[in-house]
């Protein structure tokens, strides 16, 4: 269902009891950039700052609520949802027959838009969730970034899930499964965005977080700068006043009052520090962890593989991939390899480590990673 208008018109139509009726079990909500002419080299995108509430996002949230409740009326009453899934699309012109999407900055002016429609789109979900008092237990926020573009920043999270209606409805209250996709926040003061959605899910199993770096420092305005342009290999020259920033994207997180007990955890592209992400393991005891494309500005994983090869650790499989410390990148001395997987009695072997420079990236490669984890 496109988070537009028209289309939202005649999703509720479809909902209602007089007409065909809906019972929905996995909702997509698609947030759409539509085609437009794109100037080089800047566009005033860049600068156009993301503004939650107007007429038409107002307009969006009745009629989604009004259709999640048709959809509860049908389904004998219940408020729950098994699954919602949030995207974005692209549908925006390209402007010269060599750019490529996947290489993020190439078009430096291009990114903020992307931002801007997945920010408004999240803002639309949750507030009609909650006005329409629909409990979710799967919900996946961007979480496909091989095939869209776009995350969520820190500070619009923090700003969304920190609203009176939201906070006083709670509508993850019910979560079990779920996935974002979380990028650098805008505003320097509001990084809790993912610490209020643990503390909304109380009874949630399974988290998959991943970061997308956009690499950008802050002006005097908080306004972002476009990042470096792609296939500048200075993953580790990340300026001073951005990498505290970066951080707190997952970091941030730590400050929660409670947290859940997680059956499976996901982390990819989280850029913070060896003790941040040791502790929040020990406080979710994930019996799963799987962390990919992780880089530690500092301290190493020494401390975490002795928690998950520890007799009472509760870590029953361990899936490694692509870690870094700093600008170093470990291999694993058992295999070799800068991947590791173990489970069952396996996963208490001690796992040793060294770390090196990483191999240089072939050229078709470059662009993939980025595409997925940013310049950063």
């Known amino acids: 269902v496109r988070l537009e208008r028209a289309h939202l018109a005649r999703f509720v139509a479809i909902t209602r009891n007089n007409g065909v009726g809906c019972i929905a079990e996995d909702l997509t909500l698609e947030g759409v950039l539509e085609k437009s002419k794109v100037l080089w080299p800047y566009q005033h995108d860049v600068q156009s700052p993301l503004r939650l509430s107007n007429s038409n996002s107002k307009a969006c949230i009745a009629l989604l609520s009004e259709a999640l409740r ?71 926020i961007l979480d496909n970034n091989s095939e869209q573009r776009g995350s969520i920043a820190s500070s619009t999270l923090h700003l969304v899930m920190q609203r009176k209606q939201i906070r006083a409805t709670m509508p993850l209250r019910a979560l079990k499964r779920l996935s974002l996709s979380l990028s650098d926040p805008e505003v320097s003061s509001q990084l809790f965005g993912l610490r209020y959605i643990l503390e909304a899910c109380p009874g949630l199993e399974a988290l998959a977080v991943h970061q997308f770096s956009i690499g950008a420092r802050y002006l005097t305005n908080t306004q972002y700068t476009p990042a470096a ?137 470059e662009p993939k990673i980025q595409r997925l984890y940013g310049p950063f």
Request: proline letters at 5%.
């Open 70 to 140: 048709n959809i509860q009326s049908v389904n004998a009453g219940s408020p729950k949802l098994p699954s919602v899934t949030l995207r974005v699309v692209d549908a925006r012109e390209r402007i010269h027959s060599w750019y490529d999407p996947t290489r993020f900055v190439v078009i430096r002016d291009r990114w903020r838009p992307v931002w801007n429609c997945a920010g408004a789109s999240f803002n639309v979900a949750m507030s009609a969730l909650a006005e329409s008092g629909t409990l979710v237990e799967q919900l996946r």
């Open 229 to 365: 342009r792609c296939g500048i290999r200075e993953a580790w020259k990340v300026p001073e006043t951005a990498a505290q920033n970066l951080t707190c994207v997952f970091g941030s997180a730590l400050s929660a009052r409670t947290f859940p007990r997680l059956i499976s955890l996901r982390l990819d592209g989280v850029y913070t520090t060896g003790e941040v992400l040791t502790l929040f393991v020990q406080r979710t005891t994930p019996r799963s962890l799987r962390l990919q494309q992780i880089k530690l500005v500092t301290g190493s994983y020494e401390t975490l593989l002795e928690y998950c090869t520890a007799g009472m650790s509760p870590v029953t499989t361990l899936d490694l991939k692509d870690l870094y410390e700093g600008i170093l990148k470990v291999t694993f001395d058992s295999n070799d390899s800068f991947d590791l997987q173990s489970e069952g009695d396996a996963v208490k072997n001690p796992v040793s480590y060294h770390t090196g420079l990483p191999p240089r990236t072939r050229f078709e490669i």
